[in-house]
């Protein structure tokens, strides 16, 4: 017992006690080529937020590829969320949270370590948030990546310019840079993957072992990175979680987009100069509504970071060869209501494929549902299915269906797999109900797939999750239990990718 040693000797017991505690204490701090940043300590967690990895896209730099960052000579203090970037108030809401302050000073991002020594070489996972690629943010509660650095890892969350201040294309930005950029807001994620490239190793992390993962228009992301000449290297391997099969817009298409958000805020449409655009403010731009005024949720095809449509890329093998997990949710269509589109209404458009259509869903009767299960499996269920078989010619690639429910009758929505995966889901309050401990133990396989995955290059756990290539079909369901699916609805997902080339020969 400490009573029975000497006065000297409990001094030094103490000492040695309290040293790690004082160490965690002080605030810790990060020197990077920019300069040093201070962070705070959360439940053994070092957050730093707030750093930004490229200059200010504003005045001249708006509709510019993100510029070199200055230099700071003093610590700067990265304790509080920088502003998100401009989008219309509200969308965030419904898909994460509230995004807080914005502003078109928006391009930072927030680290999450176990620790800042160097030289420890952890697995470094990169969240791309989503959000239709017009609204979201890399500091939302739901996004908080302290849980999973508490798995060893080192998390990175980031903004990136959104709806017409990320995509964007008009004759007098042709004009003024002839064949340069339009997605602007990828070439934002690029330059922060180069941020971690270089700095990363401040913050115990391991430039060669980089993971990027994001949902959504996130996950669209990760396969636009993939596929994009200017992201080569800057990552080891990639999650896709509920990417669509949506296509993406042709740089003529954007350029009349462009043309009509000119005219709506008052400039001469195809006429109007970059110096009226850039003096609109970015406010203003960001709450536009209406038809032909979004090139939500794709991105421009035919500028250097999206020379081609993503399918195409990957249908020539010209993505990166990195393993890959890709899957989607039960209820994808979710997102879909969201978007005001009516399940039901798309059956009766189908006429008289709609009876082949039924025979693939047996059971499901009601039109509205039918509409919904189809809606799911087109855009999303069929579309992981096909870029797994095209990529597992190039790099393992695993599958998984998320179904953990809840309380939702429809199944698993759009973005429910998300707090599982980043270990939110107590804090988020976002399940419709308390937390369960079947919550979390869903929660706690998804973290260890995901993180053995970062830390190895496969989804180690049990039951084995076998990688799916072109003839197998297989994946892994994620529900309340964990179980293998060899064929997984291979009839109706072959179908459907089937139609979908006929339809694009046809076009």
Not at 92 to 111: A, I, M, T
Not at 147 to 152: D, Y
């Amino acid at each position: 017992m400490i009573y029975s040693l000497s006065r000297t000797a409990k001094r030094a017991f103490w000492l040695l006690v309290a040293l790690p505690v004082a160490c965690w204490a002080q605030a810790p701090i990060a020197t990077t080529p920019s300069g040093s940043v201070q962070g705070r300590v959360v439940a053994d967690v070092a957050v730093f937020r707030g750093i930004p990895f490229a200059a200010p896209p504003v005045g001249d730099l708006r509709w510019r590829e993100p510029q070199p960052l200055p230099a700071w000579s003093e610590t700067r203090q990265s304790v509080s969320n920088a502003p998100s970037c401009p989008q219309k108030r509200g969308l965030s809401l419904e898909g994460g949270g509230d995004p807080g302050k914005l502003d078109e000073d928006c391009l930072y991002l927030n680290v999450f370590t176990p620790g800042t020594d160097a030289g420890t070489k952890r697995p470094v996972m990169v969240w791309i948030h989503g959000g239709a690629l017009i609204f979201g943010s890399g500091g939302l509660a739901i996004y908080d990546g302290s849980a999973l650095a508490r798995r060893g890892v080192v998390v990175v969350t980031i903004n990136y310019r959104l709806g017409p201040l990320g995509f964007f294309a008009h004759p007098a930005l042709d004009k003024e840079r002839p064949g340069g950029p339009a997605n602007f807001g990828l070439l934002d994620q690029i330059a922060a993957l180069q941020w971690v490239q270089k700095n990363i190793a401040s913050f115990g992390g391991d430039p060669a072992q980089v993971t990027v993962f994001g949902q959504s228009a996130g996950a669209q992301s990760v396969l636009a990175l993939m596929a994009s000449p200017l992201a080569t290297g800057l990552f080891r391997s990639a999650i896709a979680e509920s990417p669509y099969g949506v296509p993406s817009h042709t740089r003529a298409s954007a350029s009349t987009t462009g043309t009509a958000i000119a005219t709506k805020v008052g400039l001469p449409g195809a006429d109007a100069s970059m110096e009226a655009l850039r003096g609109i403010s970015a406010e203003r731009l960001s709450a536009l509504e209406g038809k032909g005024l979004s090139l939500a949720p794709g991105f421009v095809v035919g500028d250097p970071a999206v020379p081609m449509p993503l399918l195409e890329a990957f249908q020539r093998g010209r993505e990166a060869a990195v393993p890959l997990i890709i899957g989607s949710n039960s209820d994808d269509a979710s997102v879909a209501l969201a978007f005001g589109i009516d399940p039901a209404q798309l059956v009766q458009k189908m006429g008289r494929a709609r009876i082949l259509v039924r025979s693939y869903y047996p059971g499901v009767a009601d039109d509205r549902q039918l509409g919904r299960q189809v809606a799911r499996d087109v855009v999303f269920t069929a579309f992981a299915r096909r870029i797994a078989y095209l990529h597992s010619s190039k790099a393992p690639t695993w599958r998984y269906y998320f179904s953990r429910a809840g309380s939702s009758p429809n199944g698993a929505g759009h973005g429910a797999e998300v707090p599982f995966v980043l270990g939110t889901v107590e804090p988020c309050q976002c399940l419709g109900g308390p937390v369960t401990q079947l919550d979390k133990d869903v929660e706690r396989r998804m973290g260890d797939r995901w993180t053995a995955f970062a830390s190895t290059g496969a989804p180690a756990g049990s039951p084995t999750w076998e990688p799916d290539n072109r003839s197998r079909g297989w994946a892994l369901e994620i529900g309340d239990d964990e179980t293998g699916r060899p064929g997984f609805m291979t009839a109706r997902i072959n179908a459907f990718i089937t139609g979908l080339n006929l339809v694009g020969r046809k076009n």
